[in-house]
């Protein structure tokens, strides 16, 4: 700061303002000084940094209007039907706008040449990006707890540079992990707060858990410390009785620190955000450099936030969470056991951030978390032929007695001594399994099952539901149990949109490993390896598979009451009946909300009960189109269902298909024309019927039809076809929905699809939620 700019192109640091005025006021001219800056390095670093900038500019669009929540990946993927696309940064603060770049001018002039840009069923609004003057703004200097970042370019460097995809990943775990002046300096940080808090918490215990020292390290990773008050409150009991004090002559600290801090207090009796106002009290009065000193009791494990000035370390200190030192040392014992768990949990984990399914520390947002993420390769390894590491209840096996503990009500007993572990006798190389980790979970049912470390099982649901745990686990898309607080689902935040594109991701992954690209190394110099894997992106939308566009309807109990779940779960064919039930939600779907014909054999709708009046067409609200072959906004014509055998479902038996065509752009708009419903007075159930409820969404499309009325051609928008079939596995609960559009309908079947994919799954639930209740 505090430079000079001369004109548009000549930028001055303090340092030669000052060598230039000395010159001129000793009598010599200060041209030479300016002619040398212009030629050094650091002037033309900028003059190219300033033209990179300008170029970026030149080939960049300003984007808006998109659904709250949409990721760089999805706005990528639509602007590369243009082009090639450079980048894609978000707005941090609200993620209302984009900025992309893309690769050249031409590229971008198709973008701006086109008049209408929709996103998942939303316009967007795309502009040229504002030109705005160049600022060098020079980094902020860091403490002493950060290395220099790694940039991408230099990951990539090294990585090309590695044998095979097992040194790749070697090498991985190399560039993250915490340096070894970082781990001396989180010690030191350690010992300086165990110091102080002793002070004011005689016999108080500063322990370590997380990142920092759970063998998952990375550069900049936060401090998470546990504040151990068990024998301090064991302290003030003694020092309460009658001869209390002098029993505790000599072994604490002097009356006086306990008089200041603990006289005011019981800290038996004392609330959680009382103590934690306490610690933050002493963090911010007595702990040198420490600053941002924030009390967070609502949080569900809560905490004290601070950040240390000289370090630059974020940190945090909780009072309550024995359990994460089980957690801590668990893991340990894994990286202990078989040298191959940190380097498959660095690919992993880095692979995921690439693809924004993951990295959110806290968990706080619908990405998945680093810690649910490891235990997903910690359970990986337990299920391979051989297992690669034991479960939970095998450690438990080997326990000894120093092992046993038992921590808030959970029995956190597992064996502590790695060396005490037989070696496995699996021999698979990381590079295969980081392959077969993609394989396996591209296809893996995660709402339809409980991941437990402690047995090495993915649970199936039905059953899980009628164990002791089944009503406490907070059940979603993806449920993975925490080893030890067996009630906790450690990905519950994760939303259904996470979840499916997380296995998309890792289809898409294990095919790329299927290919020499991946397993051998570049002759002529190009990406390979783990560089082609970590590049962003998602599966391509319009990229046809065997089964064709899949949208997957997960098994979502929980929108069933406890009867009727307890019901379905002791059903003698669970399976069938759930796919019985969801096949009836996405014909009323498609007939009532989107406003379809819907017709089967012997003119009975199908996955539906039969009516009074024997379920036949019914007119079709606001529709100009006659109710022929193709009338209606969506009409749709199921095949017959396969016939069924008595007993289990076989695999790839039980299906049924609609031939459908679009008419009205139902699928447009919805949000604007809710919004004109509701200013225009329709009657508002209770709470104000939240929007996206099925009576909603019914008139939504009825006033979209309406408002198009006859504008649309004789001839369909699209069409395509749907089949829906039960999951593949025996234990698999889902339903897949097999799309494939029709001929030279694919651009604009992309956008429809991409609506159904959101649409579809929500009104299936709210549809079995109301069937549940007796709605319909």
């Given at each position: 700061?505090?430079?000079?700019?001369?004109?548009?192109?000549?930028?001055?640091?303090?340092?030669?303002?000052?060598?230039?005025?000395?010159?001129?006021?000793?009598?010599?001219?200060?041209?030479?000084?300016?002619?040398?800056?212009?030629?050094?390095?650091?002037?033309?670093?900028?003059?190219?940094?300033?033209?990179?900038?300008?170029?970026?500019?030149?080939?960049?669009?300003?984007?808006?209007?998109?659904?709250?929540?949409?990721?760089?990946?999805?706005?990528?993927?639509?602007?590369?039907?243009?082009?090639?696309?450079?980048?894609?940064?978000?707005?941090?603060?609200?993620?209302?706008?984009?900025?992309?770049?893309?690769?050249?001018?031409?590229?971008?002039?198709?973008?701006?040449?086109?008049?209408?840009?929709?996103?998942?069923?939303?316009?967007?609004?795309?502009?040229?990006?504002?030109?705005?003057?160049?600022?060098?703004?020079?980094?902020?200097?860091?403490?002493?707890?950060?290395?220099?970042?790694?940039?991408?370019?230099?990951?990539?460097?090294?990585?090309?540079?590695?044998?095979?995809?097992?040194?790749?990943?070697?090498?991985?775990?190399?560039?993250?992990?915490?340096?070894?002046?970082?781990?001396?300096?989180?010690?030191?940080?350690?010992?300086?707060?165990?110091?102080?808090?002793?002070?004011?918490?005689?016999?108080?215990?500063?322990?370590?858990?997380?990142?920092?020292?759970?063998?998952?390290?990375?550069?900049?990773?936060?401090?998470?410390?546990?504040?151990?008050?068990?024998?301090?409150?064991?302290?003030?009991?003694?020092?309460?009785?009658?001869?209390?004090?002098?029993?505790?002559?000599?072994?604490?600290?002097?009356?006086?620190?306990?008089?200041?801090?603990?006289?005011?207090?019981?800290?038996?009796?004392?609330?959680?955000?009382?103590?934690?106002?306490?610690?933050?009290?002493?963090?911010?009065?007595?702990?040198?450099?420490?600053?941002?000193?924030?009390?967070?009791?609502?949080?569900?494990?809560?905490?004290?936030?601070?950040?240390?000035?000289?370090?630059?370390?974020?940190?945090?200190?909780?009072?309550?969470?024995?359990?994460?030192?089980?957690?801590?040392?668990?893991?340990?014992?894994?990286?202990?056991?078989?040298?191959?768990?940190?380097?498959?949990?660095?690919?992993?984990?880095?692979?995921?951030?690439?693809?924004?399914?993951?990295?959110?520390?806290?968990?706080?947002?619908?990405?998945?978390?680093?810690?649910?993420?490891?235990?997903?390769?910690?359970?990986?390894?337990?299920?391979?032929?051989?297992?690669?590491?034991?479960?939970?209840?095998?450690?438990?096996e080997l326990t000894g007695d120093?092992?046993?503990?038992?921590?808030?009500?959970?029995?956190?007993?597992?064996?502590?001594?790695?060396?005490?572990?037989?070696?496995?006798?699996?021999?698979?190389?990381?590079?295969?399994l980081l392959a077969e980790f993609?394989?396996?979970?591209?296809?893996?049912?995660?709402?339809?099952?409980?991941?437990?470390?402690?047995?090495?099982?993915?649970?199936?649901?039905?059953?899980?539901?009628?164990?002791?745990?089944?009503?406490?686990?907070?059940?979603?898309?993806?449920?993975?149990?925490?080893?030890?607080?067996?009630?906790?689902?450690?990905?519950?935040?994760?939303?259904?949109?996470?979840?499916?594109?997380?296995?998309?991701?890792?289809?898409?992954?294990?095919?790329?490993?299927?290919?020499?690209?991946?397993?051998?190394?570049?002759?002529?110099?190009?990406?390979?390896?783990?560089?082609?894997?970590?590049?962003?992106?998602?599966?391509?939308?319009?990229?046809?598979?065997?089964?064709?566009?899949?949208?997957?309807?997960?098994?979502?109990?929980?929108?069933?009451?406890?009867?009727?779940?307890?019901?379905?779960?002791?059903?003698?064919?669970?399976?069938?009946?759930?796919?019985?039930?969801?096949?009836?939600?996405?014909?009323?779907?498609?007939?009532?909300?989107?406003?379809?014909?819907?017709?089967?054999?012997?003119?009975?709708?199908?996955?539906?009960?039969?009516?009074?009046?024997?379920?036949?067409?019914?007119?079709?609200?606001?529709?100009?189109?006659?109710?022929?072959?193709?009338?209606?906004?969506?009409?749709?014509?199921?095949?017959?269902?396969?016939?069924?055998?008595?007993?289990?479902?076989?695999?790839?038996?039980?299906?049924?298909?609609?031939?459908?065509?679009?008419?009205?752009?139902?699928?447009?708009?919805?949000?604007?024309?809710?919004?004109?419903?509701?200013?225009?007075?329709?009657?508002?159930?209770?709470?104000?019927?939240?929007?996206?409820?099925?009576?909603?969404?019914?008139?939504?499309?009825?006033?979209?039809?309406?408002?198009?009325?006859?504008?649309?051609?004789?001839?369909?928008?699209?069409?395509?076809?749907?089949?829906?079939?039960?999951?593949?596995?025996?234990?698999?609960?889902?339903?897949?929905?097999?799309?494939?559009?029709?001929?030279?309908?694919?651009?604009?079947?992309?956008?429809?699809?991409?609506?159904?994919?959101?649409?579809?799954?929500?009104?299936?639930?709210?549809?079995?939620t109301r069937a549940a209740r007796?709605?319909?």
């Open positions: 700061m505090g430079g000079l700019v001369l004109g548009s192109e000549v930028i001055i640091d303090q340092k030669t303002l000052y060598h230039n005025l000395n010159g001129l006021l000793s009598g010599h001219h200060a041209e030479p000084s300016l002619q040398d800056h212009l030629q050094g390095k650091k002037h033309q670093r900028l003059e190219s940094l300033r033209a990179k900038r300008q170029d970026q500019e030149l080939r960049s669009v300003f984007v808006s209007g998109f659904h709250k929540g949409t990721s760089a990946s999805e706005l990528s993927e639509y602007f590369q039907t243009f082009g090639d696309v450079a980048s894609v940064v978000m707005d941090k603060d609200k993620g209302v706008y984009a900025i992309v770049e893309l690769q050249d001018q031409e590229v971008m002039e198709k973008v701006l040449a086109q008049p209408e840009h929709c996103l998942g069923g939303q316009r967007l609004r795309v502009k040229p990006r504002e030109k705005k003057e160049f600022k060098y703004m020079p980094p902020k200097k860091q403490g002493s707890a950060h290395r220099e970042q790694l940039s991408p370019e230099k990951l990539v460097q090294a990585l090309c540079q590695a044998d095979d995809v097992d040194s790749q990943m070697s090498q991985l775990v190399q560039l993250f992990e915490l340096s070894e002046s970082e781990r001396r300096l989180r010690h030191l940080l350690v010992t300086l707060f165990q110091e102080v808090f002793s002070e004011f918490f005689p016999g108080c215990a500063i322990l370590p858990f997380g990142s920092s020292v759970n063998g998952f390290d990375i550069h900049g990773c936060d401090l998470d410390l546990f504040l151990d008050l068990e024998k301090t409150k064991t302290f003030q009991a003694s020092a309460k009785g009658p001869q209390g004090a002098q029993a505790e002559a000599g072994a604490g600290p002097d009356s006086d620190s306990e008089d200041s801090i603990l006289s005011d207090i019981d800290l038996t009796t004392a609330t959680v955000p009382e103590v934690l106002e306490l610690v933050a009290a002493v963090l911010r009065k007595c702990v040198p450099g420490v600053h941002s000193v924030q009390a967070v009791p609502s949080a569900r494990r809560p905490v004290v936030k601070f950040c240390h000035k000289d370090s630059g370390l974020l940190g945090d200190i909780s009072i309550n969470n024995r359990l994460a030192l089980c957690n801590t040392r668990f893991l340990q014992l894994c990286t202990e056991a078989d040298e191959r768990v940190r380097p498959l949990v660095y690919a992993l984990r880095y692979w995921a951030k690439q693809q924004a399914l993951a990295g959110n520390p806290f968990g706080g947002g619908p990405l998945l978390n680093n810690y649910a993420l490891t235990l997903l390769v910690l359970f990986f390894l337990q299920t391979r032929s051989p297992p690669a590491l034991p479960t939970l209840a095998q450690l438990r120093g092992d046993q503990a038992i921590v808030d009500g959970w029995d956190c007993s597992f064996l502590q001594d790695a060396s005490r572990l037989e070696s496995s006798t699996n021999t698979e190389s990381l590079c295969s993609f394989r396996v979970f591209g296809d893996h049912d995660f709402a339809g099952c409980v991941i437990s470390l402690k047995e090495g099982q993915a649970l199936p649901l039905p059953s899980f539901l009628l164990s002791e745990m089944g009503a406490k686990l907070k059940l979603g898309p993806f449920n993975v149990q925490d080893p030890f607080e067996l009630s906790h689902n450690v990905a519950a935040n994760v939303n259904e949109k996470i979840a499916l594109r997380f296995q998309h991701c890792c289809r898409d992954g294990a095919k790329y490993c299927r290919s020499l690209q991946y397993q051998r190394k570049s002759s002529k110099g190009k990406a390979w390896g783990l560089v082609r894997l970590f590049q962003p992106g998602v599966p391509e939308a319009g990229e046809l598979g065997p089964d064709g566009l899949l949208i997957t309807i997960p098994f979502t109990l929980m929108a069933l009451s406890p009867g009727s779940r307890q019901q379905l779960c002791q059903a003698r064919d669970f399976r069938r009946c759930w796919f019985d039930k969801v096949c009836a939600a996405i014909t009323f779907v498609l007939k009532d909300v989107l406003k379809c014909s819907c017709t089967g054999p012997v003119g009975e709708p199908l996955g539906q009960e039969p009516t009074e009046q024997g379920g036949g067409e019914q007119p079709i609200v606001g529709s100009k189109h006659p109710r022929s072959d193709e009338g209606g906004s969506l009409a749709v014509f199921p095949a017959k269902k396969k016939l069924r055998p008595e007993g289990p479902v076989p695999e790839e038996e039980e299906s049924l298909s609609w031939s459908c065509a679009v008419w009205h752009r139902v699928w447009m708009g919805r949000r604007r024309v809710r919004r004109q419903l509701r200013h225009l007075g329709s009657p508002q159930p209770d709470a104000e019927q939240e929007a996206g409820s099925l009576e909603v969404e019914e008139k939504v499309s009825e006033a979209i039809i309406q408002q198009e009325g006859d504008s649309m051609g004789s001839e369909p928008l699209l069409r395509f076809t749907a089949c829906a079939r039960v999951g593949r596995g025996q234990e698999d609960t889902r339903t897949l929905l097999c799309f494939t559009p029709g001929p030279q309908h694919g651009l604009l079947f992309q956008d429809f699809y991409h609506f159904l994919q959101g649409f579809l799954p929500r009104m299936v639930e709210r549809y079995v007796g709605g319909q």
